[in-house]
């Protein structure tokens, strides 16, 4: 008795049980929910995962794990089924009726066959609906982007979590619709688990591999230390595939240089531009793409549309791609399409080329995280911040930009503690990140940062100020942060309300480093 009123929710990661389960509701036509285990795992309230079930009201929970017991307790209402692992050889030996093909037969290509959640601008998660018609032209549209697969079946190792469109629609959906083969990567790009990744890739060679900036810039110094890794990781590859944030220009060129040391050629780098809502290619760069940023072309079906907001232009969508909406939000479906029906993207594009537009687009930032000086001036929050954490590197995590309504620009950054640590040699390996971020050479070296960037900066709008490093990571519950790492910047200057005023107080903060002070805040 499961329907769209009543789908499958998986609590559970990527796995082989996630993905029969998955086949199965696509199969009979039933959506299913893939859900963060974040929401399971991490959260400590479990807000999230309790607004979800509210959302959509499951009929039937799976979860592949003891740990996932106590979330199941405090959120799947009674009378629902559970079923995890201990269960699924039942699953398995279910007797199939007539009732199967009889329901696969009404599947067409408007019925709903997953609905995936995605953080809206209070946070809380919205139920993108996915139809077949949806991933299916999609796919298509992605065989003919990727034409290696038409060549060769892909095999891919990957851990791009299955509750994304990245993962759990483009790569999920390659590897099926082209008959490929899909090694399930339990390693993530942080330190403790990019060693699993590796460990895989020494054994598999991918033929494209896909990751997000992230992973590539945690990949990097194996492939540079391992010569045989490199090699093997290079020996079969086509393509390499980013999303999901923009890559630095210093990672593009040390995984050229990395491949032209191991096969004597550069594998190309591509990318594209789309969104959980578009299912989600709806730009592809290929062989125009020459430098980090760049992201291509319409893909072929879909209708581009330009519309100037704000002294951008906000890319807007329309084809067999695009969602009909958000699962029992119609006031989100209203606001998410404008009065010729395209789908607001929310990203804003330029021309890689004015004068050739053949070349592409520029990813040209969001639109919702920009903002105006005291002054008037804009600030791009996007572009800058790709900017700064390069310049920056290898000493941040990530950063939120500050200064709305401001008289400058100021910075939040979540600092990479070992790289930290490491300006600090007569600091223990232990020391609490207070200490280590309150050490006289790392806010030296902070400073020294700024001053720099200020430098070349050719604007207020480019010329931060001042910083405050942090020492407690993102907050999943609090909305700072996806379980895939990616910060909400709207949620993070909310939430750490009171350290944005700090960093524009009078007289300075001690904590605060300030490139007007000449450095006489940087303890010895």
């Excluded at 629902?80 to 009732?99: I, K, Y």
């Amino acid at each position: 008795k499961l329907s769209a009123e009543r789908p499958v929710a998986i609590l559970s990661g990527n796995d082989i049980e996630h993905a029969l389960i998955a086949f199965g509701a696509m199969y009979a036509g039933i959506p299913y929910v893939p859900i963060s285990p974040a929401y399971s795992l991490i959260s400590s309230d479990f807000s999230k995962l309790r607004y979800i079930f509210d959302l959509l009201t499951p009929g039937f929970v799976f979860a592949n794990g003891a740990q996932y017991r106590r979330a199941i307790s405090a959120v799947v209402p009674a009378g629902v089924e559970v079923v995890t692992q201990e269960d699924f050889p039942r699953l398995t030996a279910t007797r199939v009726t007539g009732e199967v093909a009889y329901a696969h037969a009404k599947v067409g290509a408007d019925a709903i066959v997953k609905i995936l959640l995605t953080s809206g601008s209070t946070g809380m998660p919205k139920g993108v609906i996915n139809t077949q018609r949806m991933w299916s032209s999609n796919q298509e549209m992605v065989r003919h982007c990727l034409a290696t697969v038409q060549d060769e079946p892909p095999v891919i190792v990957d851990w791009l979590p299955w509750n994304h469109t990245f993962g759990g629609n483009h790569n999920f959906g390659l590897v099926l619709y082209n008959g490929g083969s899909m090694y399930i990567d339990d390693g993530r790009p942080m330190p403790g688990a990019i060693e699993e990744t590796v460990r895989n890739l020494r054994e598999i060679a991918p033929t494209i591999y896909f990751n997000v900036p992230k992973g590539y810039e945690a990949l990097i110094p194996y492939l540079e230390a391992e010569a045989a890794l490199c090699e093997r990781f290079f020996s079969r590859l086509k393509v390499m595939f980013y999303a999901a944030a923009s890559l630095s220009q210093n990672v593009w060129d040390d995984l050229e240089r990395l491949s032209l040391r191991s096969c004597g050629e550069r594998i190309r780098m591509v990318t594209g531009l789309g969104a959980t809502e578009t299912a989600p290619l709806a730009l592809f760069g290929g062989k125009e793409i020459n430098r980090a940023g760049m992201v291509g072309v319409p893909v072929p079906g879909i209708e581009l549309k330009l519309a100037p907001v704000e002294g951008k232009l906000e890319a807007r969508l329309r084809g067999p791609i695009i969602t009909p909406g958000y699962w029992r939000q119609p006031d989100l479906t209203r606001e998410a399409f404008d009065e010729e029906g395209f789908y607001r993207l929310g990203d804003a594009l330029k021309f890689a080329d004015a004068e050739d537009p053949r070349k592409g687009f520029v990813f040209d930032g969001r639109i919702a995280e920009d903002f105006k000086l005291s002054s008037g001036s804009w600030v791009s929050v996007g572009p800058l911040r790709v900017e700064l954490i390069a310049h920056c590197a290898p000493y941040v995590r990530d950063m939120v930009v500050a200064g709305h309504d401001r008289d400058e620009v100021t910075v939040l950054i979540f600092p990479d503690m070992g790289a930290c640590r490491s300006l600090c040699p007569g600091l223990s390996g232990e020391a609490p990140a207070g200490e280590v971020v309150s050490a006289g050479p790392v806010r030296a070296k902070f400073h020294s940062l700024l001053e720099g960037l200020a430098r070349q900066a050719g604007g207020s709008s480019h010329r931060v100020r001042r910083a405050l490093l942090l020492t407690d990571p993102p907050s999943l519950d609090a909305h700072e942060i996806t379980d895939k790492g990616s910060l909400n910047q709207r949620a993070v200057l909310e939430h750490r309300a009171a350290l944005v005023e700090e960093l524009y107080s009078s007289p300075l903060s001690p904590r605060v480093i300030s490139i007007d002070s000449g450095g006489s805040q940087c303890p010895d």
